[in-house]
């Protein structure tokens, strides 16, 4: 049996890792492709309206993976009446969800950027990316439901695929759309939007060919069902639109600091962050099936196994995370920089060796949280992503960047991280003792 959890581990762990680092890559390929077509100021207006994006990726996922951890626990429990009014609740919430951001994309996408602080060429630029993103709201949430629930009914490679084909599908189109087509920005956020409905195609056999155990059901849509899933989902919402509002924080404290062109260089540090959270996203994706099998079985020895085949890992890709980062900051920085700005290239290769040093921590953070989850303790998971995502990192970067400026807003991040990560622990040890 060991030897079994730890290849289920693997299986899960691996596929979802390659395709959270897929999803993420929607947003990197525009990050690269804008920097060679639009330059400076198209990499500013992505960064300014990209947290949007933050909100959108993170209320899909708070939906489904609320809704895959109940289905997966009932799933395993037999009771498959149940699991199905689960999916059909979670279908519904999305839909609620779709409709209010494409409402806000149709009256208040102006409004936004002009609070974030967009102007002249910049400004019409984010408007078109965010009102478009926007517009494709029900995409995104739909296939982040749809990817959950695969996954969580034992086919975790036909929702890797999906991610990485979805992905995949943007690198091209992006080339597609804003170079030989001339698109500008419109084509890379068209590039984004398209790349969820080809996911769902790829998803598309597990049910054309009945393979799927959860179908829609006839049932009262119950508030205490959604409140339910949208609960279990809370920290998977918190670990991402975290992403989002400290992007739009960040974003007003280097406007003031360091101009159009530290918000640049933000944005090339931000969008690579998106990528390494992806992979620990990834991990704690990849356990939570597991976790709430096992915890539907009671077999909480498995669970604490699986939590530690996650948390090596996670130490072990930080290590070479931060090593890639601290070597190799300034390489990685000239592929964005097409302009070779000698500032946007000081700022971001200094921002890139302190705003990683967070790595082992946010790991830390996000893997304890889905632990909390699965194993239905909601409100400590809650706990750790308010304070990671609002509470501690919003005054640390006002009072780090106050006293050590620009410095000060990169080293906001990792010393956010480890203070949670501490209380996490703590969570931690006292739920195991009466487990």
């Avoid at 984010?126 to 009914?153: E, G, Q, S």
């Avoid at 992007?247 to 962050?273: E, K, P």
């Avoid at 072990?316 to 920085?333: C, D, N, P, R």
């Avoid at 005054?395 to 991280?417: K, R």
Wanted: aromatic share 12%; net charge positive.
């Amino acid at each position: 049996m060991k030897k079994s959890c730890f290849y289920e581990y693997i299986k899960y762990t691996s596929l979802n890792v390659m395709g959270m680092i897929g999803l993420s890559c929607y947003i990197l390929a525009d990050t690269f492709f804008v920097s060679k077509g639009l330059g400076t100021n198209g990499l500013t207006a992505l960064n300014l309206a990209i947290p949007i994006y933050s909100f959108i990726h993170g209320s899909g996922l708070m939906i489904g993976m609320g809704g895959g951890t109940k289905y997966s626990i009932f799933k395993s429990q037999n009771h498959h009446s149940s699991a199905n009014q689960i999916f059909t609740h979670s279908v519904a919430l999305a839909g609620v969800f779709a409709l209010v951001f494409v409402l806000i994309g149709l009256f208040c996408s102006k409004s936004i950027i002009t609070l974030f602080g967009g102007e002249g060429e910049v400004f019409e630029m984010a408007v078109t990316y965010l009102r478009v993103i926007l517009l494709f709201a029900p995409a995104f949430l739909l296939n982040n439901v749809l990817l959950c629930f695969v996954r969580n009914d034992g086919a975790p490679q036909l929702s890797m695929a999906a991610m990485i084909g979805g992905s995949l599908s943007n690198v091209v189109l992006d080339y597609i759309f804003i170079f030989p087509c001339q698109m500008g920005i419109f084509g890379a956020v068209f590039a984004t939007g398209l790349a969820p409905i080809i996911s769902m195609m790829i998803l598309s056999p597990h049910f054309l060919r009945k393979q799927n155990q959860f179908h829609f059901t006839k049932c009262r849509m119950r508030i205490s069902s959604c409140l339910s899933i949208l609960s279990s989902g809370v920290p998977s919402l918190v670990t991402e639109v975290s992403s989002g509002i400290v992007m739009i924080v960040f974003n007003a404290m280097i406007l003031h600091l360091a101009g159009n062109v530290g918000v640049a260089a933000y944005g090339v540090i931000a969008n690579l962050s998106l990528v390494v959270i992806a992979i620990y996203t990834g991990i704690a994706q990849g356990i939570q099936p597991l976790m709430s099998r096992y915890y539907g079985m009671n077999r909480f020895d498995f669970i604490h196994k699986v939590l530690r085949y996650a948390l090596i890992t996670m130490i072990m890709v930080s290590v070479l995370i931060y090593s890639i980062v601290f070597f190799g900051a300034e390489q990685v920085t000239q592929i964005f920089n097409s302009e070779h700005n000698a500032i946007l290239q000081t700022i971001a290769t200094n921002g890139l060796q302190l705003y990683f040093i967070a790595c082992p921590f946010a790991g830390f953070n996000i893997i304890i949280s889905m632990y909390l989850t699965s194993t239905e303790n909601p409100l400590p998971a809650h706990i750790i992503s308010i304070l990671r995502g609002f509470v501690i990192i919003i005054p640390m970067a006002f009072v780090l960047s106050w006293i050590f400026h620009i410095q000060g807003v990169w080293c906001a991040f990792p010393a956010t991280e480890l203070i949670v990560a501490v209380i996490g622990m703590t969570f931690f040890l006292r739920i195991k003792k009466t487990a």
